[in-house]
């Protein structure tokens, strides 16, 4: 028996709460902190950079020469890049989160570290729902080794999220949970495309929104993240967290169908 699009769906989302549980293994630290910096940008680059591009790319071309092709994707990226910018203005600073969280200027950080990436995971998890959804339903075995792949692409961006959230608050279930709300953006993408905006939802619409959703994830990796990992007091961790999370995403990107 045949597991249906939506249920596929919501199980790779819920994958993303697996990367969360794996992080509450263990305490919470500034080197993991930092470690775990690096991993988020090295996953963040690499699924934009070596995953989401060369398919825009690919699309892209079919329609148009190559340097209006090139033009499109460049102007798209910096529109996300631009969104990332102006997403990072409303959230909270960290004066703010001190008031909540304390005096730790390293707690504050963290918190804004987990909440600039959860946010760009979101909007990326979102689209990545309903494509989903629609390779299950034009294929099923496809749909299934889809929802596979992108499965191992959510365990780490589960990572991502739970380390910075879990030291931020001094709490590994809520890491963890953090980790598995972002995932559930999944099978709300694919909610929305059944039931509400089916019609809007066509390759070239979700090919444009992945290349904006690359643009904002680059803009966090470069202007937040990778920052984060290299500072002086733990770069070897930082360092290796972002080779870490280059090489697992290169395997999850293996994985795509």
């Known amino acids: 028996m045949q597991a249906s699009p939506i249920v ?14 794996l992080a509450a293994l263990a305490k919470p630290s500034e080197t993991m902190l930092a470690a775990s910096a690096g991993f988020a940008g090295g996953v963040m680059l690499t699924a934009s950079l070596a995953d989401l591009m060369p398919e825009a790319l690919e699309f892209y071309s079919g329609y148009l020469q190559p340097l209006p092709c090139g033009g499109a994707i460049v102007t798209l990226l910096a529109l996300g890049m ?13 004066t703010e989160l001190a008031a909540k969280y304390g005096q730790n200027t390293a707690r504050t950080k963290a918190m804004r570290t987990a909440l600039i990436t959860g946010t ?13 959804l629609f390779a299950g339903t034009a294929d099923p075995a496809l749909g299934l080794r889809t929802a596979l792949a992108i499965a191992l692409h959510n365990i780490p961006e589960g990572l991502a999220v739970a380390v910075p959230f879990a030291y931020a608050t001094n709490s590994r279930a809520k890491g963890a949970l953090a980790a598995l709300v972002s995932g559930l953006a ?15 939802f066509t390759t070239g619409f979700l090919t444009g929104t992945m290349v904006l959703v690359a643009g904002i ?12 990992a290299f500072a002086p007091a733990h770069r070897l961790p930082g360092i290796l967290g972002a080779a870490a999370g280059c090489l ?3 395997l999850g990107i293996a994985a795509l169908p």
Do not use: C
């Not at 596929?8 to 549980?21: F, Y």
């Not at 999944?186 to 809007?200: I, K, N, T, W």
């Not at 994830?217 to 984060?228: D, E």
């Open 8 to 21: 596929l769906t919501t199980l790779a989302g819920l994958s993303t709460g697996l990367g969360g549980a």
């Open 82 to 94: 631009l969104t990332a910018g102006l997403l990072g203005r409303l959230l909270p600073e960290e």
């Open 120 to 132: 760009a995971l979101l909007l990326h998890n979102f689209p990545e729902g309903v494509l989903t």
């Open 186 to 200: 999944e099978p709300a993408g694919a909610l929305v495309a059944l039931f509400l905006f089916r019609s809007l």
């Open 217 to 228: 994830m680059i803009w966090v990796a470069l202007a937040q993240l990778l920052p984060t």
């Open 248 to 250: 697992l995403m290169l």
